[in-house]
């Protein structure tokens, strides 16, 4: 298990992160969601090392990478570009990858390499969407345990964006590796994640499974002769997504059959229940546009 106990960042006098604390395990994908500017990107490079932290400390089976800096090749980072592998060949990019990973499984590489038909030359013949499908080869096949990946699908094309999250989930199921994926496509991300974690000003606002924020809170669509009433809109545990003419989608948070009984006894015209997305738990946490 990787650990992140009270990390804290501080960049140009402002604090980025404030006291973050939470768990990956392997064998499981976490999604890291946020505003722009809420920290996540800080947040990944600070635990892989490119940025230096201000506080608090990251351990990999209880012992502290700060103390022991071999356990660094358990964590493995791929970044939203592909700049910086594009100015290699593919022998190249193995060469480099091997010496900085000495788990490095050269073998698996190329058979998923052909398994993709991924030409093993300069990356000048490579699309795009061929750039990322190899960056993510490489990145999995680094033999670390941690994986963290920055948007990896932005800029895909449906049928690239496809296979990248086939080939995440492939790796993840092995139940060797753990990965963190930060990411502005929240339906992509609710097919594939078991957790998320939900930034906001630079703090955890939320660390919760899917499964059980989907039990916790319940969608629905509601219609009245007016206008939903004023005991609803003011309800401490109703939170209101939308309202358009007398119809109003709405989240309830607790007290589930006790608020749906109060919806029910005021006489709808219509009551159902919807089903909840990870998008509706961003709105419900920031309670704004959905600026991710």
Same mark, same amino acid.
């Given at each position: =298990?990787?650990?992140?106990?009270?990390?804290?960042?501080?960049?140009?006098?402002?604090?980025?992160?404030?006291?973050?604390?939470? &768990? $990956?395990?392997?064998?499981? *994908?976490?999604?890291?969601?946020?505003?722009?500017?809420a920290g996540k990107t800080t947040l990944i490079r600070t635990i892989v090392g490119i940025l230096e932290k201000n #506080?608090?400390?990251?351990?990999?089976?209880?012992?502290?990478?700060?103390?022991?800096? +071999?356990? !660094?090749?358990?964590?493995?980072?791929? #970044?939203?570009?592909?700049?910086? $592998?594009?100015?290699?060949?593919?022998?190249?990019?193995?060469?480099?990858?091997?010496? +900085?990973?000495?788990?490095?499984?050269?073998?698996?590489?190329?058979?998923?390499?052909?398994?993709?038909?991924?030409?093993?030359?300069?990356? !000048?013949?490579?699309?795009?969407? =061929?750039?990322?499908?190899?960056?993510?080869?490489?990145?999995?096949?680094?033999? &670390?345990?941690?994986?963290?990946?920055?948007?990896?699908?932005?800029?895909?094309?449906?049928?690239?964006?496809?296979?990248?999250?086939?080939? *995440? *989930?492939?790796?993840?199921?092995?139940?060797?590796?753990?990965?963190? *994926?930060?990411?502005?496509?929240? &339906?992509?991300?609710?097919?594939?994640?078991?957790?998320?974690?939900?930034?906001?000003? /630079?703090?955890?606002?939320?660390?919760?499974?899917?499964?059980?924020?989907?039990?916790?809170?319940?969608?629905?669509?509601? &219609?009245?002769?007016?206008?939903?009433?004023?005991?609803?809109?003011?309800?401490?545990d109703i939170f209101i997504l939308s309202q358009t003419g007398k119809v109003s989608i709405i989240i309830v948070k607790?007290?589930?059959?006790?608020?749906? +009984?109060?919806?029910?006894? +005021?006489?709808?015209?219509?009551?159902?229940?919807?089903?909840?997305?990870?998008?509706?738990?961003?709105?419900?946490?920031?309670? /704004?546009?959905?600026?991710?």
């Amino acid at each position: =298990m990787l650990k992140i106990e009270g990390l804290s960042k501080r960049l140009e006098e402002k604090d980025v992160l404030q006291n973050i604390s939470f &768990a $990956i395990h392997k064998g499981s *994908i976490t999604g890291l969601i946020g505003r722009n500017g809420a920290g996540k990107t800080t947040l990944i490079r600070t635990i892989v090392g490119i940025l230096e932290k201000n #506080a608090g400390n990251i351990t990999i089976d209880g012992e502290s990478i700060f103390l022991n800096e +071999a356990l !660094r090749t358990q964590i493995v980072f791929m #970044a939203d570009t592909t700049n910086f $592998i594009k100015q290699f060949s593919v022998k190249e990019l193995v060469s480099i990858y091997e010496h +900085a990973y000495p788990n490095f499984n050269k073998s698996s590489f190329y058979e998923t390499l052909e398994k993709y038909k991924l030409p093993n030359t300069s990356l !000048r013949r490579y699309s795009k969407g =061929m750039k990322t499908l190899l960056y993510l080869l490489l990145t999995f096949s680094t033999g &670390a345990s941690y994986v963290f990946l920055d948007e990896p699908t932005n800029g895909l094309d449906p049928v690239v964006k496809r296979k990248v999250l086939q080939l *995440i *989930i492939e790796y993840v199921s092995s139940g060797e590796v753990g990965v963190l *994926i930060s990411s502005h496509h929240l &339906a992509e991300l609710e097919k594939i994640i078991d957790h998320y974690l939900f930034l906001k000003d /630079g703090g955890l606002e939320s660390n919760s499974s899917l499964e059980e924020s989907f039990t916790d809170y319940c969608k629905l669509q509601v &219609a009245y002769q007016d206008e939903l009433s004023t005991q609803f809109k003011e309800h401490p545990d109703i939170f209101i997504l939308s309202q358009t003419g007398k119809v109003s989608i709405i989240i309830v948070k607790k007290q589930k059959e006790e608020i749906l +009984a109060q919806l029910q006894s +005021a006489k709808p015209l219509l009551l159902e229940e919807l089903p909840l997305t990870l998008e509706d738990l961003f709105f419900l946490k920031d309670g /704004g546009e959905l600026y991710v």
